[in-house]
């Protein structure tokens, strides 16, 4: 059954990248995408039925900050393939939509569903922490694209929202100075828990490389640790931290610098529910939470920074 329809000239780009014979035979569109639109297109062949994910690079302004993102996303599917987890297999990429009509990027559909409502915390975070580890496991020196912040430090303003604005000069303060020394890993960019899918109770794969680049293990870290600070607390952060410090041994050393910079990355405007969590069955969540939440995660980093 077909729940959304695309455009001929995108699906039959679909069709011809898999096989000119096959045939569609569903559509649906995929929760968790915020800056471009994904949906599942099933197509047969010879009585096999196999799904794919197309991302449909839709935000124009995304596009004039990177005219390549669907290249991009090929390479990091390419590179994230050297990791030993389940990740999507590049299948075709138009850059500048002249085949398909936008720019696009086809992939594999990988087993698995999001799960934000773990029944047991401590394997759930235990399985976000392995999984990180094993991205960065790859090195990354020759990956073309590199680490930035998203935000401009030097325009940080104190948030309008906050109750703590001595805590947020403080933070400032760190993150425009300088920076830990750290070699550079293949890092995900985008690394929280609505990316990572899991089955029978294990992660079965890692989604959305469209960011991927080489940079700090820190920032996939503190990325991640700002989503559970914000889902579930400070105790689950520090838990997945723990977590990952066990898994990744000596070769890791720990900084706040990273966790503090990430946390002044989500600083575009107040802390709201994120609209993919309540896509995911999450519920409960107030935009006064998420605030509270991330001052009190916030406070939590400044005490870690004095006892360097």
Known sequence: ?????????????????????????????????????????????????????????????????????????????????????????????????????????????????VDLNPQRMEPWLDGLAQTLVNIHAVEADRFSWNYFTYIDLDSLEIPAWSNAPEMWGAVFEIVRGPRPETKPCFIHRDYHPANVLWSGGAVSGVVDWVNACQGPAGIDIGHCRVDLAKLFGIEAADAFLSAYERYAGPAFRYDPYWD??????????????????????????????????LELYTASLLKRTEGK
């Open 1 to 113: 059954m077909i729940e959304n329809e695309l455009p001929d000239r995108l699906l039959q780009w679909v069709v011809r990248s898999v096989n000119p014979h096959a045939a569609v035979v569903s559509i649906r569109q995929l929760h968790g995408g915020t800056s471009s639109t994904i949906h599942c297109i099933s197509l047969q062949f010879n009585d096999k039925v196999t799904d794919y994910v197309l991302r449909q690079l839709d935000n124009e302004e995304w596009l004039q900050e990177e005219p390549d993102a669907a290249w991009h996303e090929a390479e990091s599917l390419r590179w994230a393939a050297k990791t030993c987890l389940n990740t999507p297999q590049i299948v075709a990429y138009d850059i500048s939509g002249s085949e398909c009509g936008i720019p696009a990027v086809l992939m594999t559909l990988l087993e698995g569903s």
């Open 260 to 293: 503090l910079l990430s946390v002044v990355d989500t600083l575009f405007g107040p802390p709201t529910v994120d609209e993919g969590w309540t896509a995911f069955g999450v519920t409960g969540l107030t935009d006064r939470l998420m605030e509270e939440r």
